[in-house]
C-alpha cells in the first residue's frame, strides 16, 4: 500500500489567497485526521472524520478553515484566505477503525503564507 | 493547557546506553497511550502503544511502562542506535462517548544518539 498521500508537500503563497490541501487516505481505512503542527503548539488536531462523516471540528481555528471528505478516498482542507499565523506543516493521518488503533500519518504538507 | 507533557525538549544519549523518555498527563480518563516517532520531513511513525490496564509493554528494543497512580509513563530504548535520532511524540486517549477516540499529544522529546 502505498500509505497515505498529501498534495502538495510545500506550498508558499500569499496573504488573501485560498489554499487546498489533499488527503488521500489507506484504502480500507474509516477514520481520516487534519493535524497541524506549529513549534509552538505542537500537533493539534483539526478535524476527524469517521466513515466520512465529521465527527469533531472543534479544533478547527475560525472559519476560514473548512475541510471536506466526499468520498472514502479523498479530503481536502481549504483555508480561505489564508494569513500568515497559518503558516505550519499539516498532517492528514487515516486510521483502519472507528474506534481505536494506531494513526498512520502521510508526508505532511508545509504551508508558507507571506 | 496541556493534558499530555514532555517535559524535556531535548535528550543527548550515546549510543549502546538506554535512553528515557518521559511523560505526564493530568486527565484520568485517558486509558490508552501511544508513542510515535518523528524524522524531518515525514510524518509520525507509530512505535509503540500500552493500555491502561496494563503497566508495561515490550517490543524489542522499546518499552513502555506505564505508573497510572502518577499519571506518568515512560519509554526505554535498549540500546540506543544512531537511527533512534528523532523526535519522540507521547500520545494518550480517552474513551469518549460513541466509541469515538482522539488522541491528545505532547510537543515531543528531540532524541540524539551519538556515535
Known amino acids: 500500500d502505498a500509505g497515505v498521500i498529501q498534495s502538495p508537500r510545500h506550498e508558499v503563497t500569499e496573504m488573501g489567497q485560498e ?6 487516505p489507506i484504502s480500507g481505512h474509516n477514520s481520516l485526521f487534519w493535524y497541524r503542527q506549529t513549534m509552538m503548539r505542537g500537533l493539534e488536531l483539526l478535524i476527524y472524520f469517521n466513515n466520512n462523516v465529521p465527527i469533531d471540528d472543534s479544533g478547527m481555528p475560525e472559519d476560514r478553515f473548512s475541510a471536506k471528505m466526499p468520498n472514502a478516498s479523498f479530503s481536502t482542507l481549504k483555508i480561505q484566505p489564508s494569513e500568515p499565523r497559518d503558516s505550519a506543516v499539516y498532517f492528514c493521518a487515516s ?20 | 493547557d496541556q493534558q499530555v507533557k514532555q517535559n524535556s525538549p531535548s535528550l543527548s544519549v550515546q549510543e549502546g546506553r538506554i535512553s528515557i523518555l518521559n511523560c505526564d498527563y493530568t486527565n484520568s480518563m485517558f486509558d490508552y497511550f501511544l ?28 518499552t513502555v511502562f506505564l505508573n497510572k497512580s502518577a499519571k506518568h509513563l515512560s519509554l526505554h530504548i535498549v540500546p540506543s542506535q544512531p537511527g533512534d535520532s528523532a523526535v519522540y511524540f507521547c500520545a494518550a486517549s480517552p474513551l469518549l462517548a460513541g466509541n469515538n477516540r482522539k488522541l491528545i499529544w505532547g510537543l515531543g522529546t528531540s532524541l540524539a544518539v551519538n556515535p
Open chain 1, 19 to 24: 489554499v487546498t490541501l489533499r488527503c488521500k
Open chain 1, 95 to 114: 486510521r483502519l477503525t472507528v474506534i481505536s488503533g494506531e494513526l498512520f500519518f502521510g508526508e505532511g504538507s508545509r504551508l508558507t503564507v507571506l
Open chain 2, 35 to 62: 508513542w510515535y516517532k518523528k524524522y524531518p520531513a515525514e510524518g509520525p511513525t507509530f512505535l509503540i502503544s500500552i493500555s491502561s490496564i496494563k503497566d508495561k509493554n515490550e517490543d524489542g528494543r522499546f
